[in-house]
Nanobody, 123 residues
Framework: QVQLVESGGGLVQAGGSLRLSCTAS????????MGWFRRPPGKEREFVGY????????DYADSVKGRFTISRDNAKNTVYLQMNSLKLEDTAVYYC????????????????WGQGTQVTVSS
């Protein structure tokens, strides 16, 4: 059974930082592209970024580029989302996801999802 478990969410002031973690089990982690998505209050889920399995290449949404960094540790089956210079509009439930094929900016390209972790940015 595949499980993705996010952690590290919480309350942070604008301009601060948080690091989210997502630990996977039940799959060959090193062969999956890992993505991060978020659902802001009252809005649809949106793409944040991903890191590929092969070369560790990354891609980010324009809204987070330069502020967020995704990394992975295949030995620990864990992917990270480092979030710096947080803004009020980054408030959302953050989800990690594992995908095998696709373009990886779309939710549909991911087979497995975590339960999400809440990030709240306050002024």
């Amino acid at each position: 059974q595949v499980q993705l478990v996010e952690s590290g969410g919480g309350l942070v002031q604008a301009g601060g930082s948080l690091r989210l973690s997502c630990t996977a089990s039940g799959l060959t982690f090193s062969t999956y592209t890992m993505g991060w998505f978020r659902r802001p209050p009252g809005k649809e889920r949106e793409f944040v970024g991903y890191i590929t399995w092969r070369a560790g290449s990354t891609d980010y949404a324009d809204s987070v580029k330069g502020r967020f960094t995704i990394s992975r540790d295949n030995a620990k089956n864990t992917v990270y989302l480092q979030m710096n210079s947080l803004k009020l509009e980054d408030t959302a439930v953050y989800y990690c996801a594992a995908g095998y094929v696709g373009f990886f900016r779309r939710s549909a390209d991911y087979a497995y999802w975590g339960q999400g972790t809440q990030v709240t940015v306050s002024s």
